[in-house]
């Protein structure tokens, strides 16, 4: 069984920053593309950031220049560094694991960024 367990969301100032974490387990953690997603109240979900299984990494342009994405395999978790928050990175954060027709989702983390 696959699952994917987020965890480091909260409440935060504007300026701030969060490290969002994601574990996986039931699947070959090293040869799935990793990504973070969001979703504010009334919006479509959207890609955040992307790790490839070869640790290519691309970043929404929101997020550019203040967020980072990692991963470590020997741990089965990737991350997210988020720096300088904004009260517009307020939303649901998803994990998301990638791979040919395998695509799983973790159950989301809130993060809030208070003005």
């Known amino acids: 069984q696959v699952q994917l367990v987020e965890s480091g969301g909260g409440l935060v100032q504007a300026g701030g920053s969060l490290r969002l974490s994601c574990a996986a387990s039931g699947i070959i953690f090293g040869i799935h593309d990793m990504g973070w997603f969001r979703q504010a109240p009334g919006k479509q979900r959207e890609l955040v950031a992307r790790?490839?299984?070869?640790?290519?990494?691309n970043y929404a342009d929101s997020v550019k220049g203040r967020f980072t994405i990692s991963r470590d395999n020997a741990k089965n978790t990737v991350y997210l560094q988020m720096n300088n928050l904004k009260p517009e990175d307020t939303a649901v954060y998803y994990c998301?694991?990638?791979?040919?027709?395998?695509?799983?989702w973790g159950q989301g983390t809130q993060v809030t960024v208070s003005s």
């Open positions: 998301n694991a990638f791979r040919g027709y395998n695509n799983y």
């Open positions: 790790i490839t299984r070869g640790d290519i990494t």
